[in-house]
C-alpha cells in the first residue's frame, strides 16, 4: 500500500510547472519572455510547415526588469508579473539565445493584454 501512495505523490509532483529563472535580468521596463510554440495544424487537420509558420505574439513572463524612471527620478515598476501570459506586439520585441533556449526581450510598451 505504501508503494501506491509513493508513485501518486510523484505524480502529483511531475505535473507542476516549473518556471526556472534565466540567466538574464532584464534592465529598465524591459521583460524576458518565453515563446509559445505556434500549432503545427490548423483546425481542419492541415499541417503548416516550418517556413509558413509566424512567430508567435504569445509568451510567458520569465524574467522583469525593475521598471522605468520618470523625469522625477521616480521608479515606476513593471505591471508584469512572473509566470504570467502574455500577448505581445508583432514585431516589438528582439530575439535572445541563451544555453541554446530562445526568449523574446520585450519592453512594457509592447505588451499588448495579459491573458487569462
Known amino acids: ?19 526556472k529563472k534565466a540567466a538574464i535580468s532584464p534592465l529598465g521596463d524591459r521583460v524576458l519572455l518565453k515563446p509559445v510554440a505556434a500549432e503545427t495544424t490548423t483546425s481542419f487537420g492541415i499541417i503548416i510547415p516550418d517556413a509558413a509558420k509566424e512567430k508567435p505574439e504569445q509568451g510567458t513572463v520569465v524574467a522583469v526588469g525593475p521598471g522605468k524612471r520618470t523625469d522625477d527620478g521616480k521608479l515606476v515598476p513593471v505591471s508584469v508579473k512572473v509566470g504570467e501570459r502574455v500577448m505581445f506586439s508583432k514585431y516589438g520585441f528582439d530575439e535572445v539565445k541563451v544555453g541554446g533556449v530562445e526568449y523574446y526581450l520585450v519592453s512594457e510598451a509592447n505588451i499588448l493584454a495579459v491573458l487569462n
Open 1 to 19: 500500500m505504501k508503494k501506491k501512495s509513493n508513485k501518486k505523490a510523484k505524480r502529483q509532483v511531475s505535473k507542476k510547472i516549473v518556471i
